[in-house]
């Protein structure tokens, strides 16, 4: 079992926005920075979105982060049948000294 | 831009010691970054291994430290990772990343395209 808590899928239809969230603890998201990935079968993860809610460049601006208290969130806009793939939540756990992820989250659009 | 590429054996024997490389290009390997590797069960979420610096500094996740070892030879751009006493538990994709992590910022920046190993006799 995950330390950050995510919903195994979600799902939204193309144009329309979806939300992806992640719970922690105050022990990870509560005090440190939260990073996002995508993830496509077969592929490595790729970083969407790393201290809560920057974009590195070339990561379009329909993703976007956020994070309120042991909780972040992953936005995406203008849902793209490419955008379909599996999401990660990312941050540091200072009381376990780990890197910890989330279970996972797969995006479909329907 | 960055690169990274693992390498190694795609299948190790039970109770064997696993042996990744990762090599480094278009960036040279300092202590500014952390070096990370990090592994995916099949059909499975992701793990964090482990990180070490350019200067040889480690953290790595309690749940497999008595079994980790790291190290880095900035001089051929590679760092490497050894997995003892591993069990079919251990198969997964195997990343190597370059990575920030800090008291309160953890990230993963570059990947590399992942190896698959195989634990089995």
């Known amino acids: 079992q995950s330390v950050l808590t995510q919903p195994p899928s979600v799902s939204a239809a193309p144009g329309q926005k979806v939300t992806i969230s992640c719970s922690g603890s105050?022990?990870?998201?509560?005090?440190?920075?939260v990073s996002w990935y995508q993830q496509f079968p077969g592929a490595a993860p790729k970083l969407l979105i790393y201290?809560?809610?920057k974009r590195p460049s070339g990561i379009p601006d329909r993703f976007s982060g956020s994070k309120s208290g042991t909780s972040a969130t992953l936005g995406i806009t203008g849902l793209q049948t490419g955008d379909e793939a599996d999401y990660y939540c990312?941050?540091?756990?200072?009381?376990?000294?780990?890197?910890?992820f989330g279970g996972g989250t797969e995006l479909t659009v329907l | 831009q960055v690169q990274l590429q693992e390498s190694g054996p795609g299948l190790v024997k039970p109770s064997e010691t696993l042996s990744l490389t990762c090599a480094v290009s278009?960036?040279?390997?300092?202590?500014?970054?952390?070096w990370g590797w990090i592994r995916q069960p099949p059909g499975k979420g992701l793990e964090w291994i482990g990180s070490?610096?350019?200067?040889?500094?480690?953290y790595r996740n309690p749940s497999l430290k008595s079994r980790v070892t790291m190290s880095v030879d900035t001089s051929k751009s590679q760092f490497s990772l050894k997995l003892s006493s591993v069990t079919a538990a251990d198969t997964a994709v195997y990343y190597c990343?370059?990575?920030?992590?800090?008291?309160?910022?953890?990230?993963?920046?570059?990947w590399g395209q992942g190896t698959l190993v195989t634990v089995s006799s």
């Open positions: 990343a370059r990575a920030i992590l800090t008291s309160t910022d953890s990230y993963f920046e570059h």
């Open positions: 105050s022990s990870n998201i509560g005090k440190n920075y």
């Open positions: 201290d809560n809610n």
């Open positions: 070490i610096t350019g200067g040889g500094g480690t």
């Open positions: 278009g960036y040279s390997m300092t202590t500014d970054y952390y």
């Open positions: 990312e941050t540091w756990d200072s009381s376990l000294i780990v890197a910890v």
